[in-house]
């Protein structure tokens, strides 16, 4: 049986001849400090298309130290989860390879790096003998298989947190950058070990972001003294942009990358992933939709409805966990009095047994054809994003579309508050969620402030829109149990009732006010 915990580590770059500060000053009262060395030896495990580095996931088998057997280690902002198993077998454990599925598909799992360490430990332990971190002093050689078999070696210090908080990680890292160490230019031992050929990420856009980013900064407003330079290093700046269709590209890629790993975590039986893996659909959908221009249209309009029914499974389950929390805050706050019969019981079942329902349909969609050849063409969007000649152009071309977006949010509102169509409001939240994920998919090109400006302007009305919508499935439901419990023995609709017309009059708050914001969004 598996078990995880969060990995909590900073990891250091050193020459050869550096000494590992003292540390024990920041032992608590009472505290001791314990060393020991270690000969670990890794074997690292993946696809011959390193599918999992690609997907900043490792699979190891570890011996020689007290974590020996196999290990997963996964994306966990701002860290990473270590999936672990006490079994030395040479085979990759059922249990991981089932985890790692939708990432690695059909694709076998071979040995693609041999990594031996010899360690010497710092333990800080407390009082009570609780490691409270460890300071590991590597030296490391690397041995790389395929084609371009490679061996290395180095030397690299990493911190780990035990039973602390992250106030002492920080304060370690701090004395060791004091001491001569740099934060280390690779994330792991195993992007070191590999051949540069064989880390290079599929998702060739993703480092355009960062570019553009600089690109951007450096189009300053020039001063009267030094106007022409200024005008040239904006030319400059301008010619050394990256074309538009890549930076949106690197936003897709980064929520296909949000989507893997909301696939290993559904299937390890998190739910508490659906959100945000389904807001990563919508933010895919909503940026194809925006950009539609940039990419062929046939390949766009294909992934969308295929994006739709992804989104619409997640949807499912997240409607429920919002209903259950929402109306579990709005009985505390009625009258005990009013709440004739079983009312928080009955919503209670009924929101989890649905919710069940739809988590076990999700559950046996994850190994369908279906779903597998969604991801597959998520992967064939990264590695070559279907562009047009539009793509190649320069920050200029990103303006049209974030402008047709913005006045679609201004039609659409305005149309719903002139009519009252709660169809169409439910619409202009739709477009207002366009906007904001296509100004975050932009802020490479417009800058990171007024990127930012415009993703808040628009998640504020996403938000107050979104709140309308929750009230009335919210209501919907409600209308629907409270009739059931008027027909059911030792049950009573009166309660439904109740918070039925308090979501009524929640909804109703809601169009008023988006009555009094649409003038900012003309």
Same mark, same amino acid.
Do not use: C
């Given at each position: 049986?598996?078990?995880?915990?969060?990995?909590?580590?900073?990891?250091?770059?050193?020459?050869?001849?550096?000494?590992?500060?003292?540390?024990?000053?920041?032992?608590?009262?009472?505290?001791?400090?314990?060393?020991?060395?270690?000969?670990?030896?890794?074997?690292?495990?993946?696809?011959?298309?390193?599918?999992?580095?690609?997907?900043?996931?490792?699979?190891?088998?570890?011996?020689?130290?007290?974590?020996?057997?196999?290990?997963?280690?996964?994306?966990?902002?701002?860290?990473?989860?270590?999936?672990?198993?006490?079994?030395?077998?040479?085979?990759?454990?059922?249990?991981?390879?089932?985890?790692?599925?939708?990432?690695?598909?059909?694709?076998?799992?071979?040995?693609?790096?041999?990594?031996?360490?010899?360690?010497?430990?710092?333990?800080?332990?407390?009082?009570?003998?609780?490691?409270?971190?460890?300071?590991?002093?590597?030296?490391?050689?690397?041995?790389?298989?395929?084609?371009?078999?490679?061996?290395?070696?180095?030397?690299?210090?990493?911190?780990?947190?035990?039973?602390?908080?992250?106030?002492?990680?920080?304060?370690?890292?701090?004395?060791?950058?004091?001491?001569?160490?740099?934060?280390?230019?690779?994330?792991?031992?195993?992007?070191?070990?590999?051949?540069? @050929?064989? #880390? !290079? %990420? $599929?998702?060739? +856009? &993703?480092? =355009? *972001?960062?570019? @553009?980013? #600089? !690109? %951007? $900064?450096?189009? +300053? &407003?020039? =001063? *009267?003294?030094? @106007?022409?330079?200024?005008?040239?290093?904006?030319?400059?700046?301008?010619?050394?942009?990256?074309?538009?269709?890549?930076?949106?590209?690197?936003?897709?890629?980064?929520?296909?990358?949000?989507?893997?790993?909301?696939?290993?975590?559904?299937?390890?039986?998190?739910?508490?992933?659906?959100?945000?893996?389904?807001?990563?659909?919508?933010?895919?959908?909503?940026?194809?939709?925006?950009?539609?221009?940039?990419?062929?249209?046939?390949?766009?309009?294909?992934?969308?409805?295929?994006?739709?029914?992804?989104?619409?499974?997640?949807?499912?389950?997240?409607?429920?966990?919002?209903?259950?929390?929402?109306?579990?805050?709005?009985?505390?706050?009625?009258?005990?009095?009013?709440?004739?019969?079983?009312?928080?019981?009955?919503?209670?079942?009924?929101?989890?047994?649905?919710?069940?329902?739809?988590?076990?349909?999700?559950?046996?969609?994850?190994?369908?054809?279906?779903?597998?050849?969604?991801?597959?063409?998520?992967?064939?969007?990264?590695?070559?994003?279907?562009?047009?000649?539009?793509?190649?152009?320069?920050?200029?071309?990103?303006?049209?579309?974030?402008?047709?977006?913005?006045?679609?949010?201004?039609?659409?509102?305005?149309?719903?508050?002139?009519?009252?169509?709660?169809?169409?409001?439910?619409?202009?939240?739709?477009?207002?969620?366009?906007?904001?994920?296509?100004?975050?998919?932009?802020?490479?090109?417009?800058?990171?402030?007024?990127?930012?400006?415009?993703?808040?302007?628009?998640?504020?009305?996403?938000?107050?829109?979104?709140?309308?919508?929750?009230?009335?499935?919210?209501?919907?439901?409600?209308?629907?149990?409270?009739?059931?419990?008027?027909?059911?023995?030792?049950?009573?609709?009166?309660?439904?009732?109740?918070?039925?017309?308090?979501?009524?009059?929640?909804?109703?708050?809601?169009?008023?006010?988006?009555?009094?914001?649409?003038?900012?969004?003309?």
């Amino acid at each position: 049986m598996s078990e995880s915990y969060q990995e909590r580590e900073l990891k250091f770059d050193v020459e050869p001849g550096f000494v590992v500060p003292d540390v024990v000053e920041l032992l608590p009262v009472g505290g001791r400090i314990e060393t020991s060395i270690e000969q670990l030896r890794s074997d690292y495990f993946d696809t011959s298309d390193r599918a999992l580095f690609k997907a900043g996931i490792t699979l190891r088998r570890r011996t020689g130290s007290t974590d020996t057997g196999w290990q997963l280690k996964v994306p966990s902002a701002p860290f990473r989860e270590e999936i672990r198993l006490p079994d030395v077998s040479d085979k990759v454990p059922d249990e991981l390879s089932k985890l790692v599925f939708g990432v690695v598909r059909a694709q076998p799992l071979s040995q693609i790096a041999s990594i031996t360490t010899e360690r010497t430990v710092t333990r800080l332990l407390d009082k009570a003998g609780t490691t409270l971190a460890e300071v590991d002093d590597d030296s490391v050689h690397a041995a790389a298989a395929g084609p371009a078999a490679t061996v290395s070696s180095w030397r690299e210090v990493e911190v780990e947190l035990g039973e602390a908080e992250l106030d002492l990680l920080y304060a370690l890292g701090k004395r060791l950058r004091r001491a001569g160490a740099r934060e280390s230019v690779s994330p792991s031992k195993l992007a070191r070990a590999l051949p540069r @050929a064989a #880390t !290079a %990420t $599929t998702d060739s +856009t &993703a480092s =355009t *972001a960062s570019t @553009a980013s #600089t !690109a %951007t $900064t450096a189009t +300053t &407003a020039p =001063t *009267a003294a030094n @106007a022409e330079r200024g005008v040239r290093r904006a030319e400059r700046a301008k010619r050394a942009e990256p074309p538009v269709g890549d930076v949106v590209a690197a936003y897709l890629a980064e929520q296909r990358h949000v989507i893997l790993a909301g696939d290993l975590a559904l299937r390890r039986g998190d739910d508490g992933v659906i959100h945000k893996t389904r807001v990563a659909t919508r933010r895919l959908r909503g940026t194809l939709r925006v950009f539609r221009p940039l990419f062929d249209a046939a390949r766009a309009a294909s992934l969308d409805g295929e994006l739709r029914w992804l989104a619409a499974l997640l949807g499912e389950i997240r409607d429920r966990q919002v209903l259950r929390l929402r109306l579990d805050r709005m009985l505390d706050e009625v009258d005990e009095t009013l709440l004739l019969g079983p009312v928080r019981t009955r919503l209670d079942t009924e929101l989890r047994r649905e919710q069940a329902e739809h988590w076990e349909t999700l559950q046996q969609n994850l190994t369908t054809d279906r779903y597998l050849q969604l991801l597959t063409d998520l992967d064939n969007w990264v590695q070559q994003p279907p562009q047009t000649e539009k793509a190649r152009a320069n920050r200029d071309t990103i303006a049209a579309p974030l402008a047709r977006a913005e006045r679609k949010v201004a039609r659409r509102l305005a149309k719903a508050n002139a009519t009252g169509d709660i169809h169409l409001l439910h619409a202009a939240r739709k477009a207002a969620k366009r906007a904001r994920y296509a100004a975050e998919a932009a802020e490479p090109v417009i800058g990171s402030k007024a990127g930012a400006r415009h993703a808040k302007r628009y998640e504020k009305l996403q938000d107050l829109l979104g709140a309308h919508q929750d009230s009335l499935v919210s209501a919907a439901l409600l209308r629907r149990l409270g009739a059931k419990a008027g027909d059911t023995v030792g049950e009573n609709g009166f309660a439904f009732g109740i918070l039925y017309e308090r979501e009524m009059e929640n909804a109703q708050a809601a169009r008023d006010k988006a009555q009094r914001v649409a003038k900012k969004y003309r």
